[in-house]
T-cell receptor, first 116, second 115 residues
Framework: GAGVSQSPRYKVAKRGQDVALRCDPI?????LFWYQQALGQGPEFLTY????????KSGLPSDRFFAERPEGSVSTLKIQRTQQEDSAVYLC??????????????FGSGTRLTVV | AQKVTQAQTEISVVEKEDVTLDCVYE???????LFWYKQPPSGELVFLIR??????QNEISGRYSWNFQKSTSSFNFTITASQVVDSAVYFC????????????FGTGTRLQVFP
């Protein structure tokens, strides 16, 4: 597609529920990033994929967070046993080979997760 | 450690005023990149500019201009003759050369431009 697509746009989960957030990057983009943005804060890095390889997951806050990109295109961020502190906007971004943020990669509109 | 500080939480101006958004960064690397992103109410982060650490030349793009000063570790953003459509949250970000190119964002400055 023309841009990075994320779904759902909004998600309300009960505490303890598992959720899955989807990111559809720009076709052909090699690099994919997930960021978490709490209310009133800047985005914080969660994880990075180059094709299907997860090269950096240093930002994942706990082992309840898991991300995958099995075929090097669509990515899913899964949060198990959600907690209230997981409430945030989850942003996905992608970029082409060799560009990275040097060209300012493209962000999606995010998924707003609210845990009640 | 890398860090980006945007001390201005919120700025309000009247249309046609000039406004400068401050950004101060910390890094131990000699090669790094600085960015500005705009986040309108829709939530999507819109890329505005990238600057590498070896290029201190100031940049102008229409009503937007950026002042990069390594001596003070600052990368300030000025909007000339502001418009209502400029109302958004603006983020400054830092990335070190190589590695995963992950961005370290500041906390953002909310700009409100009133007619």
């Amino acid at each position: 597609g023309a841009g990075v697509s994320q779904s759902p746009r909004y998600k309300v989960a009960k505490r303890g529920q598992d959720v899955a957030l989807r990111c559809d990057p720009i076709s052909g983009h090699v690099s994919l990033f997930w960021y978490q943005q709490a209310l009133g804060q800047g985005p914080e890095f969660l994880t990075y994929f180059q094709n299907e390889a997860q090269l950096d997951k240093s930002g994942l806050p706990s082992d309840r967070f898991f991300a995958e990109r099995p075929e090097g295109s669509v990515s899913t961020l899964k949060i198990q046993r959600t907690q209230q502190e997981d409430s945030a906007v989850y942003l996905c971004a992608s970029s082409g080979l060799g560009t990275g943020p040097n060209y300012g990669y493209t962000f999606g509109s995010g998924t707003r997760l609210t845990v009640v | 450690a890398q860090k980006v500080t945007q001390a201005q939480t919120e700025i309000s101006v009247v249309e046609k005023e000039d406004v400068t958004l401050d950004c101060v960064y910390e890094t131990r690397d000699t090669t790094y990149y600085l960015f500005w992103y705009k986040q309108p109410p829709s939530g999507e982060l819109v890329f505005l500019i990238r600057r590498n650490s070896f290029d201190e030349q100031n940049e102008i793009s229409g009503r937007y201009s950026w002042n990069f000063q390594k001596s003070t570790s600052s990368f300030n953003f000025t909007i000339t003759a502001s418009q209502v459509v400029d109302s958004a949250v603006y983020f400054c970000a830092l990335s070190e050369g190589g590695g995963t190119d992950k961005l370290i964002f500041g906390t953002g400055t909310r700009l409100q431009v009133f007619p």
